[in-house]
Structure formats: C-alpha cells, structure tokens
C-alpha cells in the first residue's frame, strides 16, 4: 500500500497568529510519503458561507485563496468550494492507487479537516489525523475540542498527537 498524506486548505487566507505554524511544517513532511493532495477552499457567489454564515472571503482570484506553502512537484491541487474534497472520484482515485490509509493535516481541525476525515472513514478508507500539523485559526481550544470530537467520531487512536 501507498503512503498517501491530505494537506487541507493550508492558504493564506487562512493564516494568523493561531496557525502560522502549519506552513512550513507541512512543506517538512510531504517528504514522507508517496502521493501528496492538498486542497484549496474557494468561497463561490454565490454561496451559503455567504448567505448563512455572513463569510465572504477566499474569493477564487484573491491572494487568500494561493496555499501558504510549497507543494512539492508531484503533488496534486484539488480545488474545492466546499467543506470536503472526499467524493466518489476522489475515493477512487485512492483505491486505484492501492491507498486504503490517508494521513490529514492542514487548517481548519473543526471544519475542513474533521468533515474530510470523516468523509474518508465513511467510505472506507482509514484516516490519521495528525494533529500536531493541524490547527484552527480560531484558535487552540476550537482545535482541541475538534481533536477530542474526531477521536469520538474516527476512534482514538485514529488521532496521531
């Protein structure tokens, strides 16, 4: 089996002081493992986060949307306008490269990075969460609480601290 690592909207819109950390330290591991996808979130208009959530950044052509790191060359962008990029194409696209595990990291742990974990846990392929490589820019405690509901969510140990 593939080593396979999920790096979840590491973009500049993304960056404060609660996660400035993430950038380089997720340029660091790509070097582990054998295919690397990172996702960028882009708000589309119109959209919900707009309309119900009164969040209007992440614009596809704004400076917010670039990844706030260096992608190695052989890893793949997925574009995405919503809170997951864990469909049926991209789950195929796993078991067709003989990856039944991904390693996630990236920003935000209680959103993007808990629905896609959980997303990959319910289609069958083993999530590990590496949480000392994700964080929340709403800061420590929105991680830690997002830390404790995906141990309830994916299993404990499914948890790498």
């Not at 962008?77 to 990029?85: N, Q, R, S, W």
């Not at 209680?110 to 949480?131: M, N, Q, S, W």
């Amino acid at each position: 089996m593939k080593s396979c690592l999920l790096i979840v909207d590491v973009q500049n819109g993304f960056m404060n002081q609660h996660t400035k950390h993430i950038p380089v330290m997720v340029e660091r591991i790509q070097a582990d493992y054998d295919v690397v996808f990172a996702t960028r979130f882009y708000n589309a208009n119109p959209s919900f986060y707009r309309k119900l959530i009164g969040w209007h950044r992440l614009d596809r052509d704004s400076d917010e949307f670039m990844l706030a790191f260096k992608l190695r060359y052989s890893g793949r962008i997925i574009d995405k306008p919503i809170y997951t990029c864990v469909d049926k194409l991209f789950v195929s696209e796993l078991k067709g490269n003989e990856i039944g595990a991904v390693d996630v990291c990236g920003v935000d742990t209680d959103i993007c990075v808990t629905k896609c974990a959980v997303d990959l846990f319910e289609y069958g392929i083993e999530p590990r969460v590496l949480a000392n490589y994700c964080a929340s820019h709403a800061g420590a405690s929105a991680h830690e609480n997002a830390l404790r509901t995906l141990e309830r969510f994916i299993g404990k140990n499914q948890v790498v601290r």
